[in-house]
């Protein structure tokens, strides 16, 4: 069972900077399309990033459009998200989801209805002065 684990998180003070990574041992995860998730307290899960297994197709939610990167190395087998110009509003617990794709430019920032079956523990992110 692939196990996406999460990295990175913290307090940070708004407008700073955090870079999260997602890794898992045992699994490859090249062949993955891989999504990062956030929830906020009394929030629904949403969207944030997705990056497809061949690296070439990346996806944003509109909230975060210009301040975060997604980014993936296979040779390390990490997918990492670069967090800028971090608001209140971005506090969370974020969550990176694996989903096999044969299609190498296709991800998805849905996280039900049949993608990412893998999902890993999360890690807070919180910011405040």
């Known amino acids: 069972q692939l196990q996406p684990v999460e990295s990175g998180g913290g307090l940070v003070q708004p407008g700073g900077s955090l870079r999260l990574s997602c890794a898992t041992s045992?699994?490859?995860?090249?062949?993955?399309?891989i999504g990062w998730f956030r929830q906020a307290p009394g929030k629904e899960r949403e969207g944030v990033s997705c990056?497809?297994?061949?690296?070439?197709?990346?996806v944003y939610a509109d909230s975060v459009k210009g301040r975060f990167t997604i980014s993936r190395d296979n040779a390390e087998n990490t997918v990492s998200l670069q967090m800028k110009g971090l608001k209140p509003d971005d506090t969370a617990v974020y969550y990176c989801?694996?989903?096999?794709?044969?299609?190498?430019?296709?991800?998805?920032?849905?996280?039900?209805?049949?993608?990412?079956?893998?999902w890993g523990q999360g890690t807070q992110v919180t910011v405040s002065s």
């Open positions: 989801a694996a989903e096999w794709s044969p299609h190498p430019d296709f991800c998805t920032l849905v996280g039900d209805k049949g993608h990412y079956p893998y």
């Open positions: 045992g699994f490859n995860l090249r062949y993955y399309a």
């Open positions: 990056i497809s297994s061949g690296g070439s197709t990346t």
